[in-house]
């Protein structure tokens, strides 16, 4: 039983010594962040930068647990699928038919409450968007795409 027990800490301290490479730039906004393409007001901003941002940018701001294994390993999963998906920072570089397509999406998405992830908000209370939050960045969106299509 001792033995058992041994062999799960040491693995657990070996896999500490595996750790992926971090999401983070240490440049300015770039010139492809959405803020630089739109007229993005503040309270939106925000709302994007707290709650999407983590998973949505080239920048991420690590916890202190998020250095621990297995957790590093399944956060920056996330981050990479998130990124790969929609990238904030690199909004500028997308089409204006992906962006029309993209903004669509986080209108469903917001709005059936499936982003931020909740395994996300769990450990980011702060991050869950409030239902006028939620309303903001839709009437946003309209906004935008009704600008777009003129
Ligand atoms: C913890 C990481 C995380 C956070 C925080 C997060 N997302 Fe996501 N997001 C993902 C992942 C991962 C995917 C890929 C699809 C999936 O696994 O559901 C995704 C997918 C999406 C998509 C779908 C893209 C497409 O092309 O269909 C949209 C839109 C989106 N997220 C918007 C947001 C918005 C808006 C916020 C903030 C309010 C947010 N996300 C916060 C991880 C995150």
């Not at 492809?32 to 939106?44: G, H, M």
């Not at 647990?65 to 297995?70: A, F, L, T």
């Not at 769990?122 to 600008?147: C, D, F, G, M, N």
Request: aromatic share 12%; net charge positive.
């Amino acid at each position: 039983m001792k033995n058992i027990l041994l062999g799960f800490v040491l693995i657990f301290l070996l896999i500490q010594i595996i750790q992926p490479a971090r999401n983070i730039d240490y440049g300015q906004v770039p010139s492809t962040d959405i803020s630089k393409v739109y007229k993005l007001p503040e309270n939106v901003q925000s709302v994007l930068r707290n709650s999407c941002y983590d998973c949505h940018s080239n920048s991420t701001h690590y916890p202190f647990y998020s250095y621990i294994q297995p957790l590093s390993y399944y956060l920056e999963k996330h981050i990479k699928k998130g990124k790969e998906e929609l990238n904030f920072n690199e909004w500028g570089s997308y089409s204006r038919r992906k962006q029309t397509n993209k903004l669509e999406s986080i209108v469903n998405q917001i709005k059936q409450k499936k982003m931020p992830l909740t395994s996300y908000t769990y450990l980011h209370p702060e991050a869950q968007l409030s239902e006028k939050q939620i309303e903001e960045i839709v009437r946003w969106i309209e906004l935008t795409q009704a600008e777009n299509e003129k």
